[in-house]
């Protein structure tokens, strides 16, 4: 008795991506394979670039008290910026990775290593997504156009990270947390340090979730010699993972004292509800922390993807101390 034969279609889906997701079931044939590319089908990454743009715009207004009609499109245009340039970021990333993706079993069904895109045209549908997200900076003040063109240096190196640093999360959590610098400043219209700080924190955040991520790859990329916080780690990890969630909390509630201590417009019950956002993230991550097993990839990739009500939760605190 023979086994059935996969469609093609069958056969494009990605390992990784969510069973029965919206691009494998209603987006056009012909734009699946792009719309891969760009993760489009795993949403969770594009909530882990977005989400620090939040908090950077609801940490600004805490901390000048101004909110006008054009924060709404600042929370709007940072949403559509983040699936572009997460879009991007991953095409550049698949495109440089292509050769050591076609080793690892859970990245081998991706388009380029797979055959449904050629590097040419994942190029194109790169510089498609970031011409499109340029539009939006244009949208926003100097200060920030200037941050957000910054930040491609971190987004072109982090595919290579790997390849000479046994911390390559730290490159990631350079890129992905860009956002709270970009949104604070289209905010307030300058950069300022509880900006910085609240930076700081999303990129321990990034190597406390992308440590996780990494360890469902960890037999094969010691076999073909790719760098990781996870392989560094090794039994070790949840001592680290650990030091990541006391020093993402500590540097966020750092910089919500930072945004509000002296400011008159905010009173001590507004100040307490921010501090309760780190501490409630803390509490989440706790939460992941307990349920870590570094063998168990279903674990894995559930705890990874729990990081987005994660982040949520600052912005849903930030936003309602902003309402007092």
């Known amino acids: 008795m023979?086994?059935?034969?996969?469609?093609?279609?069958?056969?494009?889906?990605?390992?990784?991506?969510?069973?029965?997701?919206?691009?494998?079931?209603?987006?056009?044939?012909?734009?699946?394979?792009?719309?891969?590319?760009?993760?489009?089908?795993?949403?969770?990454g594009t909530w882990l670039l977005l989400l620090p743009c939040w908090w950077g715009l609801t940490l600004g207004i805490l901390?000048?008290?101004?909110f006008a009609a054009f924060d709404l499109w600042i929370f709007a245009g940072c949403g559509i910026g983040a699936w572009l340039m997460r879009g991007a970021g991953c095409t550049w990333n698949d495109i440089t990775d292509r050769d050591i993706d076609g080793s690892v079993a859970?990245?081998?069904?991706?388009p380029i290593p797979s055959g449904q895109v050629s590097v040419t045209q994942a190029l194109l549908?790169?510089?498609?997504?970031?011409?499109?997200?340029?539009?939006?900076?244009?949208?926003?003040?100097?200060?920030?156009?200037?941050?957000?063109?910054?930040?491609?240096?971190?987004?072109?190196?982090?595919?290579?990270?790997?390849?000479?640093?046994w911390w390559p999360q730290i490159f990631l959590g350079?890129?992905?947390?860009?956002?709270?610098?970009?949104?604070?400043?289209?905010?307030?219209?300058?950069?300022?340090?509880?900006?910085?700080?609240?930076?700081?924190?999303?990129?321990?955040?990034?190597?406390?979730?992308d440590t996780i991520y990494a360890h469902q790859d960890a037999e094969d990329d010691a076999l073909i010699g790719v760098k990781?916080?996870?392989?560094?780690?090794?039994?070790?990890?949840?001592?680290?993972?650990r030091r990541f969630l006391v020093v993402c909390v500590s540097l966020m509630a750092l910089a919500v004292l930072m945004a509000m201590l002296g400011q008159d417009h905010r009173g001590v019950p507004a100040l307490l509800i921010a501090l309760a956002g780190?501490?409630?993230?803390?509490?989440?991550?706790?939460?992941?922390?307990?349920?870590?097993?570094?063998?168990?990839?279903?674990?894995?990739?559930?705890?990874?993807?729990?990081?987005?009500?994660?982040?949520l939760i600052p912005v849903l605190f930030f936003a309602g101390a902003a309402l007092l």
Not at 8 to 18: F, H, L
Not at 63 to 66: I, L, V
Not at 130 to 150: D, K, P, Q, R, Y
């Open 2 to 44: 023979t086994a059935p034969r996969q469609t093609p279609e069958e056969q494009g889906q990605v390992s990784d991506a969510v069973v029965g997701n919206w691009v494998d079931r209603h987006a056009p044939a012909a734009l699946r394979p792009y719309l891969r590319l760009s993760r489009a089908d795993r949403p969770i």
């Open 63 to 66: 901390h000048d008290g101004a």
């Open 106 to 110: 859970r990245t081998a069904s991706r």
């Open 125 to 165: 549908w790169m510089a498609a997504q970031c011409l499109v997200a340029l539009l939006i900076l244009l949208s926003f003040n100097t200060a920030a156009i200037i941050l957000g063109v910054v930040a491609l240096g971190p987004v072109a190196i982090y595919p290579f990270a790997k390849r000479f640093t």
């Open 174 to 209: 350079l890129a992905f947390n860009w956002g709270a610098l970009l949104a604070w400043t289209a905010h307030t219209g300058s950069l300022g340090w509880p900006a910085v700080v609240l930076y700081l924190a999303g990129m321990a955040w990034t190597l406390f979730y």
């Open 228 to 241: 990781s916080t996870a392989r560094l780690f090794g039994v070790r990890t949840a001592m680290w993972l």
């Open 278 to 311: 780190p501490w409630a993230m803390g509490w989440h991550m706790l939460w992941q922390l307990r349920r870590f097993d570094m063998d168990n990839n279903d674990v894995l990739l559930k705890l990874f993807r729990s990081n987005r009500d994660a982040g």
